[in-house]
C-alpha cells in the first residue's frame, strides 16, 4: 500500500492518513471529506460493492422507512439537485443506485479496497498511529481510524438446535442473495416479526405456496401509503432543500416531522382519534409525532396503542389472528415498522401465524422445523431475526487500545462512548453514529453526515494544533454515558425487549445504546468544538 503522499505536515510515516471500515454511506462521504481536507484516505470493505447496509438487505420488499427526499446527502448541492427519486419511499435497488452514483461521481472506488474484511486494528503507542489488519493478511497504517461500520450490518441468527441440519435453503434478511430468489411453488417458514420481515412477509406470500410466519412478539406497523413521488413536491423540496434541511436540524429524529406538542391525555377522544387517523391516512414514522407524550407517558402511548389496535382487527378478518397480531407493548418502544399489506396478508388463505411465545422454536429440522409439539415442514426458511445492533460489528473487530486493551473487554458491560465518536483508550479511533448518539432514531443520513463533518474537522483541527493523537477523556465520556443511560430513563424505551437495548441478542448487556434528542445533540457537538473539542485530550 502506497504511503500517505498529502499530509499536512510532509513525509507521513503511515500508508495513509484515515484508514475508514466500511464503505456504507458514512465510509464514502468520509473519503470524500478527507480529501477535501487534503488528507489520504483508504477504505477497506467486506461487500464487493458500495452501500453498506442497502448491499447486503436485498430481501424483497427492502425499502427505507425515512421518505426519500430526506434520506440523501446533502453535501452537495449539484448532487441534491441532479439526482431523481422515483417513489415516496426508496426501494433498496434504487438506493443502492444512488450509492453507486455518488461513488462514481466523486471517483471514490479507486481508494476503495473491496472484498476484505477487517478482522483487527491496534494502537501504536509509539507512533500515535493505528495498524489496521484485514483478512487478505495485509496490514494498513494510519494516523487515524474510523468505524463507518454500521448501527445495523452485524446480522442475528439465533443458534437454533439442528440449525444445520435443514435439507432446504435458508436465508437472512440481511443477507439475501443478489440474484433474488424464487419462492414459486414452495413451503416457506419465516421466523420474525420485525420491520424487514414484515416488509418481506407481503412480497413471500405472493409466490409461496405457503408461508408460515413464527412471530414471539408482534409488532406495531403502520401503513407506508408508497407510491410514485409527487413531481410537484419534488420540485417544491429540490427548490427549498436548504430549508428544509435546516428543519431536520431541529426535530428529534432529524426528519420533518413535527412533534404536535400537545399531550395525547389533554386531547378528547374524538380528537385524538382524528389526529391518529389523519397521521394514518398520511402514512409513515410521522404517526409518532401525533402528541408530544407518547414516549414518556404510559397511559398517553396506550391511547395510541388502542388505535393501531382498532386498525388491526379491522383489517384481519379472523379475530384470533388478530389479537395475536397486536402488540401489547408500548407503541414506539421497539422501532415502529412501516408497512405496505402486512396485516392484510394474514387474510390470504396460504399464510398462517404461529405464537412461538410462549413455547419456543425447539428445533430445525432436516425437514423444517418443531414448535409446542408440532413439526412444521418446509423447502425453505427466512430468518428475519434482526441484528446485533449499533455494537455488533465494532465488537467482531479485534480492537486493541493503549496498554493493548481490547474494546470488547472494556464494552462488555455495555458500549462507553464519549459523544458516540470516540472512546477513552482508543486514541484516533472515531466512530461514525456509534453507540451514545441519535444515530438510529433519526434520519440515518443527516446523522453521518453530521458525525462525518465532525470527525473530520476535529481530525483537521488536531492535526493544525501539531497534536499526533486525539482523544477522549475517561472524565468526559463517563459523564456522557451518565447522561444517555438518564435520558433513556425518563422514557418508555426501557420498558420492552428492542434492540436499541441490545435485548434481542442472548447474553447482550441491556443497555440503551442511542443518545435521546437530536436537536440537543447538535447543540451539544457544535459547542464541544467550539472549545477546542472540550472532553478530548489532544497530545
Ligand atoms: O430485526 P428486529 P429487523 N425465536 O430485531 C425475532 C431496521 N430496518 O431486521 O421481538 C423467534 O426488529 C424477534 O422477536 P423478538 C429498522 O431500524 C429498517 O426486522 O425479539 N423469533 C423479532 O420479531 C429495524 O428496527 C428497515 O421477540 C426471534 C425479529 O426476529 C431494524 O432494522 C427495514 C428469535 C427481529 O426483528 C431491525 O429490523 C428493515 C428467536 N430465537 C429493517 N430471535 C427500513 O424500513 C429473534 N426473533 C429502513
Known sequence: MSKSSSTTNGASPHDVDVAIVGAGFGGMYLLHRARELGLSARIIEAGSGVGGTWYWNRYPG?????????????????????WHWTERYA???EILTYANHVADRFDLRRDIQFDTRVTAARFNEDAGSWSVFTDDGATLTAA?????????????????????????????????PHEGVDFTGLKVGIIGTGSSAIQSIPLIAEQAAHLTV????PNFAV?????????????????????MRAIEKTTRNGTLYIVNEQSALDATAEERESIYQEKWEVGGLGFMASFNDLLVDKQANETAGEFIAGKIRNIVDDPTVAKLLTPKSVVGCKRLCVDTDYYKTYN????????????????????????????????????????DAMTGSINKIKIRGRNDALLSDKWAAGPRAYLGIATAGFPNLFMVTGPGSPSVLTNMMTSIEHHVEWISDCIAYARAQGATTVEATSEAEESWVGRVNELAGRTLYPTCNSWYLGA????????????????????????VAAKGYEGFALT
Open 62 to 82: 427492502a425499502r427505507c422507512d425515512v421518505e426519500s427526499m430526506e434520506y440523501s446527502y446533502q453535501f452537495s448541492h449539484e448532487l441534491e439537485q441532479e
Open 91 to 93: 426501494a433498496q435497488p
Open 144 to 176: 487515524h481510524c474510523v468505524l463507518a461500520t454500521g448501527c445495523l450490518s452485524s446480522t442475528n441468527t439465533p443458534d437454533f438446535k439442528g440449525l444445520e441440519s435443514f435439507a432446504g435453503a435458508t436465508y437472512h434478511t440481511g443477507q439475501w
Open 214 to 217: 413464527f412471530q414471539r412478539t
Open 223 to 243: 401503513p407506508a401509503h408508497n407510491g410514485p413521488l409527487d413531481p410537484e413536491y419534488e420540485r417544491y423540496f429540490k427548490a427549498n432543500y436548504a430549508k
Open 348 to 387: 390470504r388463505p396460504n399464510v398462517s401465524l404461529v405464537d412461538v411465545s410462549e413455547t419456543a422454536i425447539e428445533e430445525i429440522t432436516p425437514g423444517g422445523l418443531t414448535t409446542g409439539g408440532r413439526e412444521f415442514e418446509f423447502d425453505a426458511i427466512v430468518f428475519a431475526t434482526g441484528f
Open 504 to 527: 434481542n441478542v442472548p447474553g447482550k448487556p441491556r443497555v440503551f445504546m442511542p443518545y435521546l434528542g437530536n436537536p440537543d445533540y447538535l447543540a451539544k457537538t457544535a459547542d
